[in-house]
């Protein structure tokens, strides 16, 4: 999906000054294997991730990216924690940070394929055999595999 209309709008009026947005990233298990997805602007493989539309539930935002990124139908089951992310400067040199919210998801249906242009390559790894992610993403999938109550919050 392109860079959501909300976002195309400021951009009209501020230009590339830094944005702060709501994020989501979504650790999708289908029993001991973790869906990701490598991404088309730089080549890294991550976990699936969106920015949340004004009025969306955020929830709603993890299940929608998740389908929208990988074809895959999915059940939220948690909310991992709660951080920040780095600023960024995307290519075209817009600049952006994110509040992170990291949810968990069971699979329920559905077969994990490229469903739009955002990524190169979409499949299911076994935990021990993934591809290097970004530190975000690890910390996601270490957050995944060791819950705590009420969640994380990064310091």
């Not at 000054?17 to 994020?23: F, I, N, T």
């Not at 995307?90 to 469903?115: C, E, I, M, T, W």
Request: charged share 25%; hydrophobic share 40%; net charge negative.
């Amino acid at each position: 999906m392109p860079t959501p209309e909300f976002i195309t709008n400021l951009r009209t009026h501020i230009g590339h000054e830094m944005l702060w947005l709501s994020g989501v990233k979504v650790v999708v298990f289908d029993e001991d294997r973790v869906l990701l997805v490598r991404r088309a602007d730089n080549g890294k493989w991550t976990l699936p991730a969106g920015i949340i539309e004004p009025g969306e539930e955020a929830s709603h935002t993890a299940a929608r990216e998740v389908l929208e990124e990988t074809g895959v139908e999915c059940e939220i089951t948690d909310l991992l924690g709660v951080g920040i992310t780095a600023p960024t400067v995307y290519p075209n040199g817009d600049h952006a940070q994110y509040l992170d919210l990291v949810f968990k998801a069971a699979h329920r249906s559905g077969h994990a394929v490229r469903g739009d242009d955002e990524n190169l390559e979409v499949g299911y790894f076994q935990l021990d055999e993934r591809p290097q992610l970004p530190p975000l993403h690890e910390r996601a999938i270490d957050w995944a595999l060791n819950p705590r109550p009420g969640g994380y919050f990064a310091a």
